[in-house]
């Protein structure tokens, strides 16, 4: 399996607060993404990153910011949560090959309350 | 931007038969990659099959292959003797030329036994 670590694995919080969620790669992959998966929805994208300090846009970004400051790590921060944030998170990787399929992270399960 | 569109929400097959899952998509791209990813309920997203666009032979990985018709925009993978193992929850994805991975709503597929 690739080298992909998410943390937390699970998270319950209030609202308001802030919440930041890191993945972690042992990979060298050039690109990764933030998912949210709801019901109904399936997997859609946040954020996503194509190397260190470049970054963009999702179809879902609204109240998520994104950093990458390393190859290996890219973190996703809510700034100020809400329960609608409510959802399990997936990181993903990708190479920079364009035949090749994204691996994942096992994922982190949010919860505001 | 691309769209992936599965219209079964629910699926289900008996042990030992085949079932086939649909997922349509919609692209202005003539080179892309499709793939399936299988989730299970222990939530990891696992890579089933893939196909690239610009081969005519349907991709396949022992029991899984894919009926990949381009002018139909349609991709739908078939499961053969059907596992228990099976059970779990099925996306389409669509990687574009520029990196981002497009993901259908998804299909839960029930094995019966």
Known sequence: DAGITQSPRHKVTETGTPVTLRCHQTENHRYMYWYRQDPGHGLRLIHYSYGVKDTDKGEVSDGYSVSRSKTEDFLLTLESATSSQTSVYFCAIARDTSNQPQHFGDGTRLSIL | ?113
């Open chain 2, 1 to 113: 931007a691309q769209t992936v569109t599965q219209s079964q929400p629910e699926m289900s097959v008996q042990e030992a038969e085949t079932v086939t899952l649909s997922c349509t998509y919609d692209t202005s791209e003539s080179d892309y990659y499709l793939f399936w990813y299988k989730q299970p309920p222990s939530r990891q997203m696992i890579l089933v099959i893939r196909q690239e666009a610009y081969k005519q032979q349907n991709a396949t990985e022992n029991r899984f292959s894919v009926n990949f018709q381009k002018a139909a925009k349609s991709f739908s993978l078939k499961i053969s003797d059907s596992q228990l193992g099976d059970a779990a929850m099925y996306f389409c994805a669509y990687r574009s030329t520029g990196n981002q991975f497009y993901f259908g709503t998804g299909t839960s597929l029930t094995v019966i036994p």
